[in-house]
């Protein structure tokens, strides 16, 4: 059977980004899932810091799909050039814990006609940009921007709330813990809160 020509386009960066809860990883799977049926060539990565799954990519639905583990950005380029063949699309998820080389190399790949889907977080649980994430979203060609639900309201939300022992976490705290040492909610612009937070006022 003749490969499907729907990625005949080559070389772009599609980010899927959002708060937690928001089916990032879900929307990644989604994507890469019709690609089994188009014949297309493909790879899944995921960072080895991510433990929450091993060797694999999965959402919180229970669906998974296997993926190569890397410590660094660089190792997606080398795990790409061992593949036969050359994978028309990769996709990585969270890519908020790669490291600072992340966008630099997916752009050399999309630079180089391979298809990217990239997924992660957006903001941390204090409300600041991941520079991986941001950098990708500004010279991605399509950015999907997902919302959980606030679960305080109900009203769609666009950010991941930390608690410890169910309190709000102080902006001080660790800005990345893997696993479930901490717990996290999806809350709204009103209802995200962040203990300890620096003050910031407009001055005449």
Known sequence: ????????????????CGPMFAGKSEELLRKINRLKYAEVDYLVFKPTVDTRSKKSVESRDGRKLAAIEVATSMDIIKQINKAKPIPQVIAIDEIQFFDDDLPKVCNFLADNGINI???????DFRGVPFKNTASL????ENV????????EC????TR???????KPASYNSPRIVVGNVETYTARCRKHH???DKPDFSFKD
């Open 1 to 16: 059977m003749a490969k499907s020509n729907a990625f005949t386009r080559k070389g772009w960066i599609e980010v899927i």
């Open 117 to 123: 889907y990239a997924a992660g977080l957006d903001t």
């Open 137 to 140: 979203l500004a010279t991605a």
């Open 144 to 151: 999907i921007k997902l919302t959980a639900i606030c679960t």
């Open 154 to 157: 109900g009203a769609p939300a």
């Open 160 to 166: 991941t709330q930390k608690l410890i022992n169910g």
């Open 193 to 195: 809160v962040v203990k």
